[in-house]
């Protein structure tokens, strides 16, 4: 079931209502779940493979001390920032701007380019530069220091959805919130 954007994540708290969330795909409400991004998001670093560390480790320890608590919405809200660590550094390494796509030669082109409507901010449905050329890659790409945090929250990422509890915790958590 997809991810429900339709909610009032302003007044939504989701450890007292946990029958709202949806998992999703990938790291669909990463920063809008609370009270979990609020918990989880003043650790998630990853500037360097050191600052990656503690952040992946300390991420890593909140997951499992939500998975102990049976606190499912929290450990794959964790989980959601341990791969949001992985996926922004990998952008980061591949692109040192962080801007994968090419910009429009004029900004009054980009909306005639994309030719899609954007949802505001924390929704996304892509860059409006999609349309465009793929900005050329790193030469560094794969041995850079944002590759190199990279890999310590694909380590912990990795770990995280391997992990037999949450695994059990999420098959209930769908079979009791996400049934059809």
Do not use: C
Request: aromatic share 12%.
């Amino acid at each position: 079931m997809d991810f429900d954007y339709n909610l009032d994540f302003d007044k939504t708290n989701f450890r007292e209502n946990p029958e709202l969330y949806r998992i999703g795909r990938g790291e669909q409400g990463v920063l809008l779940v609370e009270p979990y991004k609020s918990e989880l998001l003043p650790y998630w670093r990853f500037k360097t493979p050191d600052v990656a560390e503690v952040s992946a480790n300390k991420i890593y320890e909140m997951f499992l001390e939500y998975l102990q608590r049976a606190d499912f919405v929290g450990a794959d809200m964790a989980r959601k920032f341990l791969q949001m660590g992985y996926t922004r550094s990998r952008r980061y390494a591949n692109h040192p701007t962080g801007r994968k796509y090419k910009l429009p030669p004029a900004a009054s082109d980009r909306a005639l380019q994309s030719g899609t409507k954007q949802l505001p901010y924390p929704y996304s449905n892509g860059s409006p530069n999609k349309p465009n050329a793929v900005e050329p890659q790193a030469a560094d790409a794969l041995t850079n220091e944002k590759a190199m945090s990279a890999q310590v929250f694909k380590q912990y990422w990795d770990k995280a959805r391997a992990n037999e509890d949450y695994l059990q915790q999420k098959a209930q958590h769908k079979a009791v919130h996400e049934a059809p």
